[in-house]
C-alpha cells in the first residue's frame, strides 16, 4: 500500500482529479484539514518539484498538480475561516495584518496562512501578488502593521531584503513575517533578509501573530 501523500502523488501525475478528491475526502474524515495539507498535500507537491527537477516530469504535470491542489485546498478550507467568525470573538484592538506574494507565482501557501489566519479571529487584508514598490505603497497607505510574505523561488526571497529595507524607511513599524520553501532550505535567509520572524508552515503564522501582538508569550 502506498502512503496517502504518494498515492496522491501518483493521481497528481496522471491529472486525475476525481482520485486525488477521494484520496483528500477520506484523509479528511480523520484528521483536521491543515494536518490533510501538512502530512499530504504539501509532502505530494513537494516529490513533484523535485521529480520536475531531475527532468522526470513536465512542467504541464506541475502545474496541473497545483491547479488541483488549489481546488481540493478551497474544499478544505472553506468551513474553517467562516466557522471561526462564528465561534470566536474578533481580537481585541486587533493589528492591522495584510499577505502577499512577493514577485512570484506560487500561491497556495499564501491561501493557507491566510485561511489560518482567519480561523484564528484575525481580519487579513490579501494583497495577492505583488512586486516590491506596489507592496511599499500598500503597506503604508494601510498602515498595515504585520505583513506577511510568501516566496517560494530564491530570486523572489531575496528580493524581500529591499522591500524590507524600503519598510524600515517608509512604515518603521510595520513588522515582516516571511515563509515559503527558501526558508526551509536554508535556516539563516529569514535574518539575511532582515525579517522580524519567519513560519515554516502556515501554522506557525498563528503563534507568530500571537507573540508579536503580545497576545501569548
Ligand atoms: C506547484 C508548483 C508550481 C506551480 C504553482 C501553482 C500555484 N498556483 O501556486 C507552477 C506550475 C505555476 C510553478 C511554476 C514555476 N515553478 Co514551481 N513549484 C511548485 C511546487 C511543486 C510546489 C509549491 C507548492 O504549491 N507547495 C504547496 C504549498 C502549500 O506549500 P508552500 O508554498 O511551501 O507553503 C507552505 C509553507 O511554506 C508555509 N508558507 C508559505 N508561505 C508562507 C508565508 C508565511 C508568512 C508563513 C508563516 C508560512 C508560509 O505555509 C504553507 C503551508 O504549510 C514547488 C516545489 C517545492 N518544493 O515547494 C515548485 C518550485 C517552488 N518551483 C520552482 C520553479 C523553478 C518554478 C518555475 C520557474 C518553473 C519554470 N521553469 O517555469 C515557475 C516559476 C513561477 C514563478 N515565476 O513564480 C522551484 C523553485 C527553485 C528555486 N530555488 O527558486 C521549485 C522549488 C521546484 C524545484 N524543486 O525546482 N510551480
Not at 483536521?32 to 498535500?41: A, D, F, K
Not at 478544505?76 to 470566536?88: F, Q, Y
Not at 481580537?91 to 496562512?113: C, F, K, M, T, W
Not at 517560494?152 to 524607511?169: F, N
Amino acid at each position: 500500500m502506498p502512503l496517502p501523500s504518494e498515492a496522491l502523488q501518483q493521481s497528481f501525475l496522471a491529472l486525475d482529479r476525481m482520485r486525488a478528491s477521494e484520496l483528500v475526502a477520506v484523509a479528511a474524515t480523520e484528521l483536521p484539514p491543515l494536518q490533510v495539507i501538512e502530512t499530504m498535500v504539501r509532502p505530494a507537491l513537494e516529490a513533484i518539484g523535485q521529480l520536475w527537477e531531475q527532468g522526470d516530469c513536465a512542467l504541464s504535470q506541475v502545474y496541473m498538480s497545483g491547479r488541483i491542489c488549489e481546488e481540493l485546498i478551497d474544499g478544505l478550507l472553506v468551513g474553517s475561516a467562516s466557522d471561526a467568525s462564528r465561534i470566536l470573538t474578533p481580537q481585541v484592538a486587533a493589528p492591522r495584518l495584510a499577505i502577499a506574494v512577493l514577485e512570484d507565482y506560487h500561491l497556495l501557501g499564501r491561501q493557507i496562512v491566510r485561511t489560518v489566519l482567519r480561523a484564528g479571529g484575525y481580519e487579513v487584508l490579501d494583497y495577492g501578488r505583488q512586486d516590491v514598490e506596489e507592496l511599499l505603497d500598500r503597506v503604508c497607505a494601510d498602515r498595515i502593521e504585520i505583513l506577511l510574505v510568501s516566496t517560494l523561488m530564491l530570486p523572489s526571497a531575496l528580493r524581500t531584503r529591499m522591500l524590507i529595507d524600503g519598510l524600515r524607511r517608509v512604515s518603521p513599524q510595520t513588522r515582516v513575517v516571511v515563509g515559503g520553501a527558501p526558508y526551509r532550505f536554508d535556516d539563516q535567509l529569514w535574518q539575511e533578509v532582515g525579517a522580524d520572524a519567519v513560519g515554516l508552515h502556515a501554522g506557525e503564522a498563528l503563534t507568530i501573530v500571537n507573540r508579536l501582538t503580545g497576545e501569548a508569550p
